[in-house]
């Protein structure tokens, strides 16, 4: 056994056991958000596309302003997002996505995917955008980028709180297994969007 | 004189005295941000657009779980934005602008533009995005529309810390005086970049 550790952007440290042996890329214990953050970062220095993270949504309930030094938040709440949390710009075109990962096996839950996050990607999908789903399942490792149309259709199709793999199969595109960046989607958007 | 209250979304109290003669549509002392986010909603209702604005990016220090209660977050910090604050899509495309407003009345000083943003909207541009400023003259209440590329053209020629009403009123298009949106910059978004 062997102690890894890794620092995320906002400082916490995340320690997690790992097996040498069974260590391929695909099992360094990386998130998925960590993975596209690093993506969108390789992205935008290697001028392909520019796209960044919301910040997450706080509501401001009371600030300390200190002599002599910065402001301090000293109550606030997390609010719900109205949106999906990644958005930007790819060849002049609006691009938007969400990120999501389950430790499930056959089937991907809809739990997580709040109403007024759906309704943000259908309206995305009817004004033009570029609209997507990062779909990761943890266990086997692996990615999928689908449009959100087909996913939401795929929702609707079914009395179930879930969405099968066997169709995020048919209707995405498995992304090859990459290191930098780690989760190459772009090429995926130009071939679900062309 | 009378006095007026109105209340910012982030629950700051704004008053201002006006003279009630001199009250057109103009006066009222709405703040240019609390004008676009009525606009960027009506867009959104009448399905012009979707276009959001970005949450303040604040940097997360302690955050209490009380039992039977939501989080509350006890310490935080405002960062400095790295983007603008509005992005967004129209006809399939990314749009993506910063609003500023002036006190002063012959040129708009830069110092509320900091280097992560002039970045950000050269980045935006160089991607086909259709990036811009809206610009107002609060005293004469005048609002204006120009692109970042013009903006930046005009910062980068002169030796000021300032670019001058003039150059502004050339480049840029001035929006007429509408009620509902209150600041309807999307026919000028087609003249500058059709």
Do not use: C, W
């Not at 570029?130 to 990615?143: D, K, N, V």
Request: glycine content about 4%.
């Amino acid at each position: 056994m062997r102690r890894l550790t890794f620092r995320y952007p906002n400082g916490k440290r995340y320690t997690k056991s790992a097996t040498p042996q069974k260590m391929g890329k695909a099992n360094r214990g990386m998130s998925l958000e960590e993975d596209i953050n690093q993506s969108i970062i390789h992205y935008r220095n290697t001028e392909r596309a520019i796209i960044h993270k919301k910040p997450t949504p706080v509501q401001i309930v009371n600030v300390d302003y200190p002599k002599r030094s910065r402001a301090k938040i000293t109550e606030a709440y997390f609010r719900q997002a109205s949106t999906t949390d990644y958005n930007g710009v790819y060849k002049g075109r609006y691009v938007d996505f969400e990120a999501k990962e389950t430790h499930q096996v056959q089937s991907f839950p809809l739990k997580n995917l709040h109403e007024h996050q759906i309704t943000h990607m259908q309206e995305i999908d009817a004004h033009g955008g570029f609209g997507f789903l990062i779909l990761r399942f943890a266990r086997s490792q692996e990615t999928f980028v689908i449009k959100t149309s087909d996913f939401l259709h795929l929702k609707a199709s079914t009395e179930r709180k879930s969405v099968q793999k066997t169709h995020i199969e048919t209707y995405g595109v498995k992304l090859a297994n990459t290191t930098l960046p780690p989760v190459d989607f772009l090429p995926a958007v130009d071939l679900l969007f062309q």
